[in-house]
């Protein structure tokens, strides 16, 4: 069986489930929402020193060790009662019940995509990517991380004033109010008078390389499959594609050299995962730049863009359960 865990608006559940159901695999689908409220997980240490999970959702118990793969798609925080309740008790109950949910999860041993909530949280790290990308062989544009204003200054003066920035973080935030998003945004020298501002926050700094275009690269289990955004044909979207400009921004499929290939399956599995999307450069003169990846960033917009099969190779691994293409 497949467990999706997601929340309850999501499309690209949505649009995988349409499929799974295509191809008759046994499958659910759970939202940590509904925790404590909705629903009731139970965790039975046995006396042949065997383990049992069960899920309660309704009238229908799901024994969690029958589960062979889980999508860790886009899981809710528990949500427990409110009423009568002070904001410190309110937040020690989501606390205490997404603790013993992620317990829960961690102990499942079976494929994960991308990975288990543990693996996932680490892989997450723009530090560690780097290394890791630095170490199998990727090109890397030079790179500083920093919240040391002098240090900045420097860097910016070495690269002659050609230099991004974006956030050491995510770079999505959600709160109960709104979302902030931060882009990759060229610094220009009135930033540079600003640079104290820089000891506020970190931030990383990279030395600006010039496009060809853009790749996105979504690596799921052996299969790796490149998209081209030429970015660079919008003045909305040269320095970040998450601009989006669709009218004026192509999409193509990309074909990538068998060795930029195989260091792309090499990260993921290197970061412990199955599933990952890279963000890469082609540069004017053909090298390949890696920028970062998202280990479990979206994909139905670059399936829809370019007709990769992506979704159909994320059912092939859910279905398979295949463990070998996870990790190495």
């Known amino acids: 069986m497949i467990l999706i865990l997601t929340g309850a608006e999501d499309l690209h559940a949505d649009w995988l489930e349409k499929k799974l159901r295509e191809r008759n695999a046994d499958f659910i689908r759970f939202d940590p929402a509904d925790f404590p409220t909705k629903t009731k997980i139970s965790l039975s240490y046995l006396p042949d020193n065997q383990i049992q999970y069960i899920l309660h959702i309704g009238e229908t118990s799901i024994d969690l060790s029958s589960i062979k793969t889980v999508w860790y798609r886009r899981p809710q925080r528990p949500h427990p009662h ?139 289990g052996h299969q790796v499959l490149a998209a081209e955004i030429h970015s660079q044909k919008s003045n909305h979207t040269r320095y970040d594609w998450r601009h989006y400009d669709y009218h004026k921004t192509p999409y193509y499929p990309h074909e990538l050299p068998q060795a930029v290939s195989q260091l792309c399956i090499q990260l993921v599995q290197k970061l412990g995962l199955c599933y990952g999307t890279i963000d890469m450069i082609v540069t004017p003169d053909g090298q390949y730049i890696f920028l970062e990846i998202n280990p479990n960033g979206q994909y139905l917009w670059i399936e829809q863009a370019t007709g990769l099969p992506i979704s159909d190779a994320i059912c092939d691994l859910l279905i398979s359960g295949n463990r070998e293409q996870g990790t190495g």
């Open 82 to 220: 409110t009423e009568g309740l002070d904001k410190s008790a309110h937040q020690f109950l989501i606390e205490e019940c997404e603790s013993f949910v992620q317990d829960v999860w961690n102990f499942l041993d079976c494929l994960w995509l991308p990975a288990q909530p543990i693996t996932l949280q680490r892989a997450k790290s723009k530090a560690l990517q780097l290394k890791i990308a630095a170490e199998i062989g990727f090109d890397l544009p030079p790179t500083l991380m920093t919240n040391n204003p002098q240090d900045f200054i420097d860097f910016y003066n070495q690269n002659n004033g050609q230099v991004i920035s974006k956030l050491a973080g995510p770079s999505l935030l959600r709160n109960l109010r709104d979302d902030f998003t931060r882009f990759t945004e060229f610094v220009s020298k009135r930033d540079v008078i600003y640079a104290q501002s820089v000891q506020r926050c970190p931030a990383i700094f990279q030395a600006y390389v010039p496009k060809q275009v853009e790749l996105r690269i979504t690596v799921v």
